[in-house]
Each structure stands twice: as C-alpha cells, then as structure tokens.
C-alpha cells in the first residue's frame, strides 16, 4: 500500500487538526497538509515527468516543507531519497547521481552551489528550491485525487549509509519495510496519540524523519523548532509550551538536554518521550536522564539496513532500579522487538551461548530489500536471510542484548579481544572526562595497542599518568591504553558520529 494513504485517511479523519508546526505557529491543519502534498504530486508529474519508481532526492535542513515534499513523492508512487543537508553539495551530487534521481528539492542557499554540479551529472536532474516562485507553482497544479497504488515491495525510501569507510551505500526499503517498522513501534517503543507532537531536531533525511510514519497515522502534531535544529532550551520551552513532545536524539543530545534541564531546575515538563540511539549511551549518562527526566527515556537498536527496529529498552525498564540486574539491563539495547529475529554468532554463522559475544545478525521483514545497485555489498549483509548488522554484542538468558562495538573497531592485543566501549565506560567515570574514543595501533609484537583519546571538562587539568592509575584502579591491566592523547574536541561526522578512521589516521601520521 502507499504509504500517503496513510496521510489521506487522517486528513479525511480530522480535517482541522494542526498537522505542521514551525515552534508554536501552526503552518498547516492535516486538510492542508494532504492537499498541498496532492498538488505537489501533480507538480511533480505534470511538470517534471516522474513515473512510479523514479527517485526523487530531498537535500535540505528541517522545514514544514520537508513533509509537504516526503508526501508528494510518495502520492506520486515515486521512490524519496533524503540527504544530509550537512553534506558539501558536491557529495550530494554523488547520492543524487548513483540513485538516478530525477528531480532534487534543496533550498536558496543551496540551490546556487547544486545546479552547476547537477549538470554534469550522468542521468539528467532538475534542482527546484522550496523558497523560489517554482515550488509555489508547484503547488497550484491541481491536487491529485488518489496516492498511485504501489505494492508492499515497491521501493519506498533509499537512505544513504553515512559512508565512514568509504562512499555511501543506498539502503534500499519497501513500502512493507516502513509498515512493518511502524507497527512494531507501537507494539515495542510506544504509543502515539493525537495529542502528541512529534519534533524534528535531528536530521529528517536521517533516523528522526521516520518517526513522521506513527505521528501521522495517529492525526498528531509535526513540530519544526524555529531553530531548524537541536538547540535544548528551545526544546526545553517547546516542551512547556505545546506539551505531549516525542523526539528522536542522539547520545551526545540526550547528555546536552539534561546539562540543559539541570541549569534551569526543569524535569523536561511537556516532554513525554525521548527515543534515544544511533550509538553507544553510557551508563552514567542513561543515570543521569532519568534522575533529571524521570521514565520519559526509551532506546531503540536499529540501522538503516533494518529501520528502528531490531531491539527496543522501554521506559519502564530504563527506569526500573529494583531488578538484582538492572544495571546490566540499562546498559543493554533491550529486547528483540516483535517483528524480527536476533542471534548472536560466530564468523561462520553458529549460534553462540548466552553471554558469549559475537556478531549480532537480525532477520524479519523490516531487514532491507538490498543495497541499491551494489549486489557484492548486498551479499555480504545479507546473508541466509540474516542481516549482518556489523555489529559485535551478547545476549544474556533473558533475551537482552548488549552491544560491544563495531566489528571492525574491535582490537586484538595478545590475540585477546578488547572492546572499545568496555574501556571508554571506565574513563567516562572519570570526573574530568568529558568525551573518550578509543582504538587501536599497530603493534609488531602484540598486534595492537588501546589509543584512547580523550576531551577533557573546561577548566580542567588531565595527566596520563592520573588517567592510567584510574584505568588501572577500575579495569584488567591488558586493557588500559597505552597512549593518551588530548583533544579540545572528537572528530565527528555529519551524524554526530565518532570518526574513528579519522582518530586512527591521526596516529599513522604522528
């Protein structure tokens, strides 16, 4: 089914509720919202020829626009590929060329660097920006009856993969990919009511857009921060002001909203549920939430390759200090969610006993159709009907699952293997670490050794030697680094990800 008749049924259902939101201004009810996102379609038909299946690439910062855009893809049976606005245009161009997309909405302050680029490309590609009088022609052509009909495998979503170690796969997700991962979020994650308001303030083109798919079944509200981004006081007033706030936010989000909550005395009233992940959450951090927030923290494990939807750690587990093990548990990514399997196995594929750490390898049907145009990478993902998620982690009796690191991030000193995380969580302890990375160097005789690089608080003073003695007091001697070395900040992608290539590359030339 097409996933704007989602959107139809709403605007039919509760014509007049508000549906997009920039702060506290409503932009559009859901009348207005289904309408524009019709006309857009036939815009996008009439005017620029696009068939089921062509892709269409959206290149642009947060904005009520986004939606109108997402939706008018989707009306038109066409395939939506949002990029990271973060992205230099010239990378952009390089998403929009490998995905054959047709048409790319940007904005004004981008639109001069695109056009230039996307003439050289090797499929032809119209740029159009949402503030030019052409969007808003657009929008007067009139509204398309009906969504196209699209099947349950017709391509959807083609999310680009951030690319650390090297160009960015196209993840390729159906229609029934995003069904599945939206229904598992309300039987896993939460529920949605009309009342709510979801707030973008993590990238749309990137996990917090899909949160879009429960918020508009359930008729509620689109929140766009007058900031167009993650700023926690603005999300901290927006919280008192319109109420019933869900928000996706990364681990370094989540640490900067509570450093936020803290200075203004506020327990994050208005904010119902933060979803956190898209990277490790320390323990001390996840602590920290909840004294300040209360149960409102729930995380989800997933990945592009399989959306949201591979573990979930509700908020009552979060929050919940009376299990003999609950800081094991708090630790963990949680419990498989209902619509996928979870193993963890050797490199052959066996499954391994509980709490024994392997590679963690999901199947079910949110697990992505392939890659686009890569049948080498999809085969070494997908493997039996198993995604191999890259990423390393155990699973206790219970069924809890706990991440160690990427695969490749593992180091092996004294052919003995030593997780990144397991030594960033000691330091992190440290009451003058701020921020820690860890990885390995090439050593002759050992293999490798533990780099751990590592931000120290404002104003304070760190010694290796104080660092040590504290790894030392709190770890297994073959564990603590054997270098330290200090940054003002981590390198970090255009996610907020740590750039651990980055780090490693940094000793090869020092």
Same mark, same amino acid.
């Given at each position: 089914?097409?996933?704007?008749?989602?959107?139809?049924?709403?605007?039919?259902?509760?014509?007049?509720?508000?549906?997009?939101?920039?702060?506290?201004?409503? @932009?559009?009810?859901? #009348?207005?919202?289904?309408?524009?996102?019709?006309?857009?379609?036939?815009?996008?038909?009439?005017?620029?020829?696009?068939?089921?299946?062509?892709?269409?690439?959206?290149?642009?910062?947060?904005?009520?626009?986004?939606?109108?855009?997402?939706?008018?893809?989707?009306?038109?049976?066409?395939?939506?590929?949002?990029?990271?606005?973060?992205?230099?245009?010239?990378?952009?161009?390089?998403?929009?060329?490998?995905?054959?997309?047709?048409?790319?909405?940007?904005?004004?302050?981008?639109?001069?660097?695109?056009?230039?680029?996307?003439?050289?490309?090797?499929?032809?590609?119209?740029?159009?920006?949402?503030?030019?009088?052409?969007?808003? !022609?657009?929008?007067?052509?009139?509204?398309?009856?009906?969504?196209?009909?699209?099947?349950?495998?017709?391509?959807?979503?083609?999310?680009?993969?951030?690319?650390?170690?090297?160009?960015?796969?196209?993840?390729?997700?159906?229609?029934?990919?995003?069904?599945?991962?939206?229904?598992?979020?309300?039987?896993?994650?939460?529920?949605?009511?009309?009342? !709510?308001?979801?707030?973008?303030?993590?990238?749309?083109?990137?996990?917090?857009?899909?949160?879009?798919?429960?918020?508009?079944?359930?008729?509620?509200?689109?929140?766009?921060?007058?900031?167009?981004?993650?700023?926690?006081?603005?999300?901290?007033?927006?919280?008192?002001?319109?109420?019933?706030?869900?928000?996706?936010?990364?681990?370094?989000?989540?640490?900067?909203?509570?450093?936020?909550?803290?200075?203004?005395?506020?327990?994050?009233?208005?904010?119902?549920?933060?979803?956190?992940?898209?990277?490790?959450?320390?323990?001390?951090?996840?602590?920290?939430?909840?004294?300040?927030?209360?149960?409102?923290? @729930?995380?989800?494990?997933?990945?592009?390759?399989?959306?949201?939807?591979?573990?979930?750690?509700?908020?009552?587990?979060?929050?919940?200090?009376?299990?003999?093990?609950?800081?094991?548990?708090?630790?963990?990514?949680?419990?498989?969610?209902?619509?996928?399997?979870?193993?963890?196995?050797?490199?052959?594929?066996?499954?391994?006993?509980?709490?024994?750490?392997?590679?963690?390898?999901?199947?079910?049907?949110?697990?992505?159709?392939?890659?686009?145009?890569?049948?080498?990478?999809?085969?070494?993902?997908?493997?039996?009907?198993?995604?191999?998620?890259?990423?390393?982690?155990?699973?206790?009796?219970?069924?809890?699952?706990?991440?160690? !690191?990427?695969?490749?991030?593992?180091?092996?000193?004294?052919?003995?293997?030593?997780?990144?995380?397991?030594?960033?969580?000691?330091?992190?302890?440290?009451?003058?670490?701020?921020?820690?990375?860890?990885?390995?160097?090439?050593?002759?005789?050992?293999?490798?050794?533990?780099?751990?690089?590592?931000?120290?608080? #404002?104003?304070?003073?760190?010694?290796?030697?104080?660092?040590?003695?504290?790894?030392?007091?709190?770890?297994?001697?073959?564990?603590?680094?054997?270098?330290?070395?200090?940054?003002?900040?981590?390198?970090?992608?255009?996610?907020?990800?740590?750039?651990?290539?980055?780090?490693?590359?940094?000793?090869?030339? #020092?």
């Amino acid at each position: 089914m097409n996933l704007a008749k989602w959107l139809c049924r709403t605007a039919r259902r509760c014509p007049d509720a508000p549906a997009l939101l920039r702060g506290t201004n409503v @932009v559009a009810t859901y #009348s207005g919202f289904a309408e524009a996102a019709a006309r857009l379609a036939t815009g996008l038909v009439d005017r620029h020829g696009i068939e089921p299946g062509d892709r269409v690439a959206l290149f642009m910062a947060n904005r009520t626009e986004y939606l109108e855009v997402l939706y008018a893809v989707w009306f038109a049976g066409a395939v939506a590929v949002p990029i990271n606005y973060k992205l230099h245009p010239k990378e952009a161009c390089w998403i929009a060329d490998n995905a054959g997309a047709k048409v790319v909405f940007t904005s004004a302050n981008q639109l001069s660097a695109m056009q230039p680029l996307t003439a050289g490309l090797v499929e032809p590609c119209q740029t159009i920006s949402v503030d030019d009088p052409g969007f808003a !022609d657009l929008r007067n052509h009139a509204p398309m009856v009906e969504p196209l009909e699209r099947s349950y495998d017709d391509l959807a979503w083609l999310f680009y993969t951030s690319g650390t170690t090297g160009r960015p796969k196209g993840v390729m997700l159906s229609n029934g990919n995003l069904h599945t991962m939206t229904f598992c979020y309300f039987v896993d994650v939460d529920e949605v009511y009309a009342s !709510d308001a979801a707030l973008y303030a993590a990238p749309m083109s990137h996990g917090a857009g899909t949160y879009n798919f429960m918020h508009v079944l359930r008729g509620a509200k689109h929140v766009i921060p007058e900031s167009s981004g993650f700023n926690p006081s603005e999300i901290l007033e927006l919280g008192r002001t319109i109420g019933g706030i869900s928000m996706f936010a990364a681990p370094t989000m989540v640490r900067r909203l509570v450093v936020q909550a803290r200075a203004e005395k506020s327990d994050g009233e208005g904010l119902r549920t933060i979803v956190y992940g898209g990277g490790p959450m320390y323990l001390a951090d996840i602590e920290e939430g909840v004294d300040v927030f209360g149960p409102r923290l @729930v995380q989800i494990y997933g990945q592009g390759e399989c959306p949201m939807t591979i573990t979930a750690l509700s908020r009552d587990l979060v929050a919940d200090r009376s299990h003999p093990r609950w800081r094991e548990r708090v630790g963990s990514v949680g419990l498989a969610q209902s619509c996928v399997e979870v193993q963890i196995v050797d490199k052959d594929g066996a499954t391994l006993p509980a709490n024994e750490k392997g590679d963690i390898v999901v199947r079910g049907e949110p697990v992505m159709r392939g890659y686009w145009r890569n049948e080498e990478a999809t085969r070494e993902a997908i493997r039996d009907g198993w995604l191999w998620t890259g990423d390393v982690g155990m699973m206790d009796e219970d069924g809890f699952v706990t991440l160690s !690191d990427r695969s490749k991030d593992v180091i092996i000193s004294g052919g003995t293997n030593i997780y990144p995380r397991e030594v960033e969580e000691v330091l992190l302890n440290h009451p003058s670490v701020v921020e820690v990375s860890v990885v390995g160097r090439p050593n002759e005789e050992w293999g490798e050794d533990v780099v751990a690089f590592v931000v120290a608080k #404002s104003g304070s003073e760190l010694h290796e030697a104080e660092l040590d003695q504290f790894c030392t007091d709190n770890m297994a001697r073959f564990k603590r680094p054997k270098l330290y070395v200090f940054l003002s900040a981590l390198p970090k992608n255009n996610y907020g990800k740590v750039m651990k290539t980055e780090l490693r590359l940094r000793l090869e030339g #020092s």
